[in-house]
């Protein structure tokens, strides 16, 4: 269905629908799920089918979350039923499948071969779904079952799936309605009938752990006790204690920023969004909070979401502390059943605070008055995978104009696009200039920013240092052990060696599904990965293409680093990246052991340059600056810039002062020169306009168009096609404010067996250029990308 697109059902006397109801409804031959967007007062002038039954009994998306998803839809020419989908309970959307089955009846003497033979196979097996039948008997066997169904031979009925998840229920034990005084009990069952008169109702399980099964069984037997089950929740935060803590005095600075967020809350202030820039280390989550508990005590509810999991360990335990109650968590990395148990108390407003990632978003949280974008030019809050592709900030945004919300966005190196809004005077700019640490009795006292000293390497190869670690950084790396305090060592690249190259043909071990090389890992075994489609295949010890054994690593990666690390300094670090820890549980592992000491150094990619908070943390070298400067990107020197300063910003957050060690073959890059610095408005100023003169984001929007086919023919001609399609619109419209740039092959050409052709479109407004033009069916369209290869 194109996007916005709606179909029209009528609604049976027997059933009442509401906006947001999901429904069964009739589609062609099948039975499909759907979700009620608006009701009609007056008939269509056209012929409709009536809804066949409701999903559940209760309307699962509020009014603005519907109006959020067709205008998601709208504005990223995605389908909407994908827009829907967001805001709907976890594992709750279902599909139907037809199944066909033998009626009994016989088949006559002139019926085909091919229909004979498909009715003896659904005679064996009772019943089979379509594709089962093409599978077994190919084009034959639908031939075939079209004709069994046409004379009446075969019936066809709807089967819905089993939901991927359901309400958790346990038996528990209640006290049964007694009048008669309970007969003689052991002491067991004496124990446990006390505590159910205080308890009621108790876990069966817990009752047989305490008391033992044969009290629990005395009790059932002689009528005192009753077995039922009822619902448990799976709550993500089970087993975490909190202990309440009262919030730091605010710095100036810091009153200032919360005071106007609270003007805005109360309804003085016609601003509603606002950007918090400070640098790292400067309390920008105590006025986070602080807007918390100011929205809350207005009996409103807040949004608090951050980048990616990694994040939420230590945000978790320090928000926890403030609000003990009603406090939810949300993300990728729970269960099933716990996304789901938090889905229903945050739609039934059980909710009060609501942290998680990016799809915590579209949890329906009503009376929402406050949305917090935490790190908010992180580029984890860009979904790219999969329709809708969107950005978290703009959702957040428009969901707030549907609702009433503030927004509060905050970060040490905003977002170029972010920036411009606040400095142009359309979002409220507020600062956090100074670094600030807490002190004995926990009020905040200024802290100086880590001193960053940039190394060039070219240098360190003419004096003749060929490890991976210049003499600046080992140097401080025996001083920061020997004082007994933490490192941080960054490379933002997986895996051991990224290529692996014969040294007499020249040629690389690449992936056969992807143009691309695959990475060395050594751990937990040795592997060749492809970092694309996760191809992994043994370490081979002769090149594929001439036989030689003659082989050399290429570039390092973080398992390298860690290697190095162990053999040169004789400690084991901890590393962190996306091969360890892809779970809540693993990211949490991880911060804890840091916290405690078990580790002097952390090996990690940019999951180490997140929000951070290790005060022991005293270095942080940072082992090559360069990885993706040089991308035919305009945003390559954007996300240069922000992880450096990020990883940066985790030195020297505690008594102990910071230093940063940069290594780089380009120190004079203006990206690294700000970074050195830490300076952002002046990188933003360099940044803007290279942006201006180019007419890049924000100046011009862009839509990025892909597609990709097995057949590398095809997906160059269907590419061509397209772009002459573009260019047609543009000349027939005489749009000189558009470009059109390729087609061209993308990066990398082939993935996963598909050749890939890319189309940019820059434009005021490419959403409206592309409703010109029928996109067919293959084509992905990214609009807004924050990246181009």
Known sequence: MEPGRFLTYSVPAHLEVQPGHAVWVPLGSRLAFGVALEAQGEAPPFPTRPIAGLVDPEPLIPQPYLALARWLSETTLSPLMDAVSLCLPPGFRRRVHTVFAPTGVSPPPNAPEEARRTLALLTRSQTLLREQIREKMGRAGIRGLKWLVAQGLVRSEWRIERPRVQPKRVPVLRLAPRKDPPPTLSPRQSALLEYLRTHTPVPVALARKEFGASAVQGLLEKGIALREYAPVLRDPLAGLAFSPRPGPPLTPDQQRAFEAVRDALEGRSSQRVFLLYGVTGSGKTEVYLRAVEHCISQGRNALYLVPEISLTPQLVERIGSRFPQGLGLLHSGLSLGKRFDTWWQVRHGQVR????????????????????????????????????????????????????????????????????????????????????????????????????????????????????????????????????????????????????????????????????????????????????????????????????????????????????????????????????????????????????????????????????????????????????????????????????CQVAGRAGRGEEPGRVIVQTYRPDHYAIVSAQRQDYLAFYQQEIALRRRWLDPPFRRLALLLFRHTNALRAQKEAQRLALALRAVQASRGLSEIDIVGPAPAYPPREKGHYRWHILVRAPDPVGVLREVPIPEGWSVDIDPIALV
């Open 353 to 644: 605070l609501l942290m998680g990632a990016r799809s915590a978003l579209f949890a329906p949280m009503p009376n929402l008055g406050l949305i917090i974008l935490d790190e908010e030019h992180d580029p984890s809050y860009k979904q790219s995978d999969t329709p809708p592709r969107y950005h978290t900030r703009e959702v957040a945004l428009h969901l707030a104009r549907l609702t009433g919300a503030v927004v509060l966005m905050g970060s040490a190196t905003p977002s170029v696009s972010s920036a411009f809004q606040a400095q142009r005077g359309e979002w409220g700019w507020l600062a956090l200039p100074y670094r600030i640490i807490p002190g004995p009795r926990g009020e905040a006292r200024p802290g100086p920013l880590p001193t960053v000293e940039v190394v060039d390497m070219r240098e360190e190869l003419k004096a003749g240092n060929r490890s991976i670690f210049s003499r600046a950084l080992e140097q401080a790396m025996r001083e920061t052990l020997a004082q007994g305090l933490q490192a941080i060592l960054f490379l933002n690249r997986r895996g051991a060696v990224p290529v692996v190259q014969c040294r007499d043909c020249g040629a690389t071990l690449r992936c056969p599904s992807c143009d691309f090389p695959l990475t060395l890992h050594h751990q937990p075994t040795p592997t060749l990965q492809c970092h694309h489609c996760g191809r992994r295949r043994r370490p081979t010890e002769q090149c594929p293409q001439c036989g030689s054994p003659n082989l050399r690593h290429l570039g390092i990666g973080v398992q390298r680093v860690a290697m190095e690390v162990e053999r040169c300094f004789g400690v084991r670090p901890l590393r962190w990246d996306r091969d360890v820890a892809r779970y809540f549980r693993e990211h949490w592992d991880i911060l804890t052991r840091l916290e405690r000491g078990e580790a002097q150094v952390l090996v990690g990619t940019q999951m180490v340059a997140k929000g951070l908070h290790l005060p022991k943390v005293a270095l942080v070298g940072v082992i090559l600056a360069d990885v993706g400067l040089a991308l035919p990107d305009p945003f390559a020197g954007e996300r240069a810039f922000q992880v450096l």
